[in-house]
């Protein structure tokens, strides 16, 4: 049994691998292919085509395509506005992180080294579009040239257009969210990696001047002596939390919707309003009321003093291992009922005839669910279960709101609850060290990727794909 | 090939060219900029002013702010000068606020928020001679706003009213026979309220006689703002050099583990929920139905009291009879609650003070000093002292208004009451405070083979652990 999961365990790995390898290896012939368009590019382009790599909008302009000139040329003057004007700044200051210190008091504005990382990162953004389309644009030109040369007429701009709303549509359509995504999602990103590359935090904040200190954070927290125990410690906890946690909210919320859709059940929604009133009322406040009901005032040592008992530190600093079952069943409180809705719209639209050939060949109830019901609901469910892992791997809430401000002896700022997330909470907020925060993130965000993968990589979505399509 | 390439060449020469040549411009212009310093308070005030008050939510809901604005805007209306509400949380931060435009004027904060501003000189100093209440408020208080910069020492905000903890008791709930059995001195002042050592007894007393369901004094020790000031008492400290220091981290200096000693003594007369924080709120409660006789907090939630013992049926003649605020108690100078051989000690806690700073970014620093001037006026402090029930920081309104207002003032400038550390190293001593007094204080609840503090040299050596942790937290990990 074992021999065969390890088996399994390897062909799915050799495959991915294998389409990995593959995909290094059709590398040089792709660039190749890449650099000898280039090549053709510089070799045969006309005039009419340099004029385009001078000034963009040229060549096109000198073909009449003058809309299409027009709006390159547009782009290359609001491009050189844009660095003339302010780019030009904050490319330079994303290397110098600025130079002037601000001092309020005597009205010096100075550098803000935080904004001109940030500037400096869309700055490097801006310059990514304009060479992307420079390149479309000796392209562009250089298809006119090609048309002109075998006697076709080159495509109007109409037509051009037309295809942006049909054949090229995914163009028109992904235009949009990729400048969203670019300046919401990857240059928030790319800022907090670049954090971990420099001093920023502790006394370096603004209007004190921040500077790259390249590996530095990372060399630090390898050395430092304190730091390594309690980052494994906390690793440690934190791995064992996260598949606790994952498993028991799944695997509950999985029995309660089956519970639920049995046809034995009477009042099925009066019984599925109990958890979906619980998933309703904010977590933190629910987190709240568990910590006051755990606590040395709270009803439940109420009832064991009344009852002739002695309090009990549910919570308390000796509490480690009951903190922590009070951490996963309060976190089951508030995540089963979104794996039960999840569950339910699942098995809802299971196939009843498997379970009646199953019932024929004479299979008993729970056989059927360890191959009919599980597989299809893991299926289908995997890449929700992968982002439960990581929410609950990166679980913040949970221990700060139960148990927060403890450091604990053995621990550097952390207690024997905090997962890594708490961990960074209180490096960076709390102590203000957000240099070295990014750089633990960059760490967390290294091994949650690597888990997510190695898991999906695993599961039936991506090894089964085509069964279930 | 050529020709293209040289094109693209050309290109890209053109486009670093202007990268480059601007940048650099832009960054010797920035540093031209440079070296324009001016002092700002020119006394000349700035007509058209509106000045923006960030004040406390409860001055804003007892209608104080609204009384003073109305107050400064007429005395104010022939310059034009009007100030307003800045309608934003009390806790606003001006280090990100500021710079862009959004923070206050003129922000009513305590000293230890306050002075977290000055190393990012978010706050001005200011001119000493042109502040009106200086000779009336005293050194201490305004020690709490001093910090040297550049060389040079300087005042950056004006102390308005002082916070320290005060002994809240219900005199009703004294033994019958207390002037017989619980007042040696026979000064008229029940010894359980003069005295730890005393308060201690009366407490083990009442809790044994109710099988655990009344106590005495019952606090909890999870707030260090409450807890530290008995390693105080005993010779600790928070920083060094007059809590300016932050190298230089003394909560295990002296005998301070004597105070450790005193919380895990007082911890074993209360119960379990001495230990976390559940019991904070339900104190009010707690004292007005009888549970508690006896507990420390600030003078500003007295109303809190009154209200729930009018809630339990009580008159307000009767309230103001028997619930009584006193001076904290005094602590035995041998460390040990069951020792009263070697005299007593002042008991000291921490404290702060409450004031106004101006905002480096205001445009009108000198309506905005015209307008602190006013509100740290006899007249508004009083008002301030009136409606708000504040202990005023100056002297003068103290000493007409007597009483408690009058005894904080004196045990602040005698050093009961240590002022809350001013530099912006305080935010990192609360945690492993809190993780110390909340184990200390769970220690009377283990069982005698898990004690972990039973003797002075344990606790000791916790206290040592708790100075390396803020250590750590402070400078550890900086660059």
Known sequence: MQEAQTTKVKNAFSERGRKIAAWFKGLPARTKEKFAFAREILNQGN??????????????????????????????????????????????????????????????????????????????????????????????????????????????????????????????????????????????????ILIAFTNYGGDIVPPALVDWVWLDNFGRILTLGQFAPTFFKIFGWNIIWAVLSTALNYFAGLGLALLLNKKCVKGKTFWRLFPILAYAVPGFITLIAFKYMFSYGGPINQMIVDAGGTAIGFLDIDAKWTARLIGLFANAWLNIPSSMLLATGILSNMNTDLYEAARVDGASAWKQFVKITLPYVLFATMPVLISQFIANFNNFGIFYFLRGGLYMEGYFLASDTDLLINWLYNMSIDNNYYSIGAAISIIIFIVTSVISLAVYVLSPSYKQEETYQ | MGKNLSAVVAHIAVILAIIITLGLAGAFAQGASAGQGSDRFTGELEEGAVLRILEN????????????????????????????????????????????????????????????????????????????????????????????????????????????????????????????????????????????????????????????????????????????????????????????????????????????????????VMDERCIDDSVTTGAYSALASGEFFATITTPDVYTMFVDEMKADGYSEEYIAENLVTADIPMLPASGDLEDESEGFIECKMMGGVNGYAISSYTDYPNAALAFVNFATSYEMVSRRNELLGIVPARSDVASDVGGLSEVINTNL??????????????????????????????????????????????????????????YDAIFTLRG
């Open chain 1, 47 to 192: 005039g009419k085509v340099r004029a385009s790599m001078l000034l963009m909008g040229m060549g096109q302009l000198l073909y009449r395509q003058w809309a299409k000139g027009i709006l390159y040329l547009l782009v290359e003057i609001a491009f050189l506005a844009y660095f003339i004007l302010r780019g030009a700044d904050d490319l330079l200051g994303f290397f110098t992180l600025g130079t002037v210190e601000s001092n309020a008091w005597y009205g010096i504005e100075g550098d803000n080294s935080v904004i001109m990382m940030l500037m400096g990162i869309l700055a490097w953004i801006a310059l990514l579009f304009y060479a992307v389309l420079y390149i479309a644009n000796i392209k562009d030109c250089y298809a006119i040239q090609c048309a002109a040369d075998t006697l076709k007429a080159p495509k109007s701009f109409k037509k051009e257009l037309s295809e942006l709303l049909d054949k090229k549509f995914y163009k028109t359509a992904l235009a949009l969210p990729i400048v969203g995504v670019s300046v919401f999602s990857i240059l928030p990103i790319i800022f907090m």
């Open chain 2, 413 to 470: 400038e005698e050093g009961s009451i240590v002022v809350m550390p001013s530099i912006k190293e305080n935010a990192q001593i609360w945690t492993p405070l809190q993780t110390f007094f909340q184990d200390i204080a769970k220690d009377p609840y283990r069982t005698a083979e898990e004690y972990k503090y039973d003797t002075l040299e344990k606790i000791k050596a916790a206290l040592v652990n708790v100075d390396e942790q803020i």
């Open chain 2, 57 to 268: 939510d409860t001055a804003i809901k007892q209608g104080y702010l609204e009384e003073l604005l109305d107050a400064f805007n007429a005395a104010y209306a022939e310059y034009g000068i009007t100030a307003v509400d800045a309608n934003m949380d009390q806790y606003t931060d001006l280090e990100n606020d500021g710079p862009y435009g959004y923070g206050p004027d003129v922000l009513y904060q305590a000293n230890d928020r306050i002075m977290r501003y000055v190393d990012g000189r978010h706050i001005m100093p200011l001119p000493v001679d042109a502040i009106d209440c200086l000779d009336v408020v005293g050194d201490r208080a305004w020690m709490a706003y001093s910090a040297t910069t550049d060389g040079q020492a300087n005042i950056f905000g004006v102390p308005v009213n002082v916070q320290g903890p005060l002994l809240y008791y219900r005199k009703d709930l004294l033994p019958e026979n207390w002037e017989e059995e619980w007042d040696d001195d026979k000064n008229g002042v029940p010894d359980m309220v003069e005295y730890w050592t005393d308060l201690y007894r009366f407490s083990k007393q009442r809790k044994e006689e109710s099988g655990g369901q009344e106590f005495g004094y019952m606090r909890s020790f999870l707030e260090p703002y409450f807890s530290v000031g008995y390693l105080y008492s005993y010779g600790g400290y928070t920083f060094g050099n007059n809590n300016t220091d932050p190298s230089d981290i003394g909560h295990s200096a002296g005998n301070a583990e004597l105070g450790g000693r005193v919380i895990r003594q007082l911890a074993s």
